[in-house]
């Protein structure tokens, strides 16, 4: 599958014939919502996990020397903690741009963490039906499982077009923090990253 994904993303999964979606967020998109939206709230999925185990060539590397960022892989008896952002279907022309380096759009299942409101349009049932995007192991750009110290080590040398791989990590704890969220790889491979000597500041 090649590296950039918006071709295949706008043909495999048309969204035009839908007023709004809801879509998924795992990893940056937590805290950094760099698009319109009608309404957010915290959700889940069941199934998956966070792992960065996806390179990053465009955002928090460089194709020579690529940093990691997360991605979802299946584990049965699992669930992933982020946050649904409702959008119109004109607003994946820049997330599919955002999220290119080997991302594909997939429908499932939401579940909501909060309480509906009193002008809520998602299902009473605390469940939607929402798009996430997901590096899978077949996409060009995937790094895939490492010991957790070496990953850490590469996120703090890497840097990209978006800044440091560090502050890519650093942030997502926080935000994971911010939703109540104890994910123990992302958390661990913050206090190794924490624990490396400093890189003095060229």
Not at 46 to 75: I, K
Not at 169 to 182: D, F, G, S, Y
């Amino acid at each position: 599958m090649p590296v950039n994904t918006i071709t295949l993303n706008q043909q495999r999964q048309p969204l035009d014939h839908l007023n709004t979606v809801w879509l998924f967020g795992y990893g940056s998109l937590i805290y950094k919502a760099d698009f319109p939206y009608l309404a957010s709230r915290p959700a889940c999925i069941y199934g998956w996990q966070r792992r960065f185990w996806q390179g990053s060539h465009d955002h928090r590397g460089t194709p020579e020397a690529p940093g990691r960022v997360v991605t979802l892989v299946e584990a049965a008896a699992k669930r992933c903690v982020g946050m649904a952002y409702q959008v119109t279907p004109d607003t994946f022309a820049h997330l599919d741009q955002r999220e290119k380096n080997g991302y594909l759009r997939f429908f499932t299942e939401l579940h909501w963490l909060d309480n509906a409101g009193p002008h809520s349009t998602a299902d009473s049932s605390g469940i939607e039906q929402g798009v996430v995007y997901i590096a899978n192991p077949d996409n060009a750009a995937y790094l895939g499982p490492a010991p957790e110290a070496d990953i850490a080590r590469q996120i703090a040398e890497s840097r990209g077009p978006s800044g440091p791989n560090s502050e890519y990590l650093l942030q997502l704890a926080q935000a994971l923090r911010q939703l109540n969220e104890q994910d123990e790889h992302v958390f661990k491979l913050e206090q190794l990253l924490l624990d490396l000597p400093q890189q003095p500041i060229a």
